[in-house]
């Protein structure tokens, strides 16, 4: 690291909260803030909103996991559809006894069903 005077590293810092400065300036004052010269105490504001800066930064693999908890969610809306399609079907499907037989299908087709019955028989009867 080259030496330079502290009113340097001042104006670096200063750069650097403006975002005007290269990773690699950012690196040196990482150095910097961290060696034996920086203990001075008008770099200690710096070296704890630095800090404080790194630690609350987002990790980079955070995008990464995004799409694995959309899909999460994702998947579990579909089986949530799919359970209330499931339960719709099944309150939609009616029990007759035809000739002694209990017969399982869809409740439309029983009223249809009975429905036609109910004419025909009044159709007979009229005749």
Same mark, same amino acid.
């Given at each position: 690291?080259?030496?330079?005077?502290?009113?340097?590293?001042?104006? +670096?810092?200063?750069?650097?909260?403006?975002?005007?400065?290269?990773?690699?300036?950012?690196?040196? +004052?990482?150095?910097?803030?961290?060696?034996?010269?920086?203990?001075?105490?008008?770099?200690?504001?710096?070296?704890?909103?630095?800090?404080?800066?790194?630690?609350?930064?987002?990790?980079?693999?955070?995008?990464?996991?995004?799409? +694995?908890?959309?899909?999460?969610?994702?998947?579990?809306?579909?089986?949530? $559809?799919?359970?209330?399609?499931?339960?719709?079907?099944?309150?939609?499907?009616?029990?007759?006894?035809?000739?002694?037989?209990?017969?399982?299908?869809?409740?439309?087709?029983? $009223?249809?069903?009975? $429905?036609?019955?109910?004419?025909?028989?009044?159709?007979?009867?009229?005749?």
């Amino acid at each position: 690291m080259k030496q330079h005077d502290l009113s340097y590293w001042e104006a +670096l810092a200063e750069r650097y909260f403006l975002a005007e400065t290269t990773e690699k300036e950012e690196a040196q +004052l990482r150095k910097f803030l961290c060696s034996s010269e920086a203990q001075d105490s008008r770099f200690d504001e710096i070296r704890a909103t630095m800090s404080y800066l790194q630690v609350s930064r987002p990790k980079k693999d955070v995008s990464v996991k995004l799409p +694995l908890k959309t899909i999460a969610v994702a998947a579990c809306l579909f089986i949530a $559809m799919f359970l209330g399609w499931y339960q719709y079907q099944q309150y939609n499907i009616s029990s007759v006894r035809v000739a002694g037989e209990d017969i399982e299908t869809d409740a439309s087709i029983v $009223m249809q069903k009975q $429905m036609a019955e109910m004419f025909n028989s009044l159709d007979l009867n009229d005749r």
